[in-house]
Nanobody, 120 residues
Framework: QVQLVESGGGLVQPGGSLRLSCEAS????????MGWYRQAPGKQRERVVD???????NYGDSVKGRFTVSRDNAKNTVYLQMNSLKPEDTAVYYC??????????????WGQGTQVTVSS
């Protein structure tokens, strides 16, 4: 199993910034794509961004130009730098990891989520 632990959420004013981190537990598996999703109250979970092992990224339209994802493969950690935050960015943010468990099996693991609230 792989555990993902997010940190860095909190309360920030509109226009402010936050940096989220997500660290995967030490394991012998290959972690492939990692990503960030978010879910606001009463809404479906939305993909924010994902990043491959080589660093290729795919951002959701609502965060392009404001959010930046990065990862440190040696530390099994993915980061999300969020700038120019808006009230509509308020949500629980989850990270996930696509993990190659063995030659034939891939599993998606999820973190527990971290709350981001953008409000004055």
């Amino acid at each position: 199993q792989v555990q993902l632990v997010e940190s860095g959420g909190g309360l920030v004013q509109p226009g402010g910034s936050l940096r989220l981190s997500c660290e995967a537990s030490r394991n012998s598996f290959s972690i492939l794509t990692m990503g960030w999703y978010r879910q606001a109250p009463g809404k479906q979970r939305e993909r924010v961004v994902d990043i491959s092992t080589s660093g290729s990224t795919n951002y959701g339209d609502s965060v392009k130009g404001r959010f930046t994802v990065s990862r440190d493969n040696a530390k099994n950690t993915v980061y999300l730098q969020m700038n120019s935050l808006k009230p509509e960015d308020t949500a629980v943010y989850y990270c996930n990891a696509d993990v190659m468990m063995d030659k034939y099996r891939r599993v998606i693991f999820w973190g527990q989520g971290t709350q981001v609230t953008v409000s004055s």
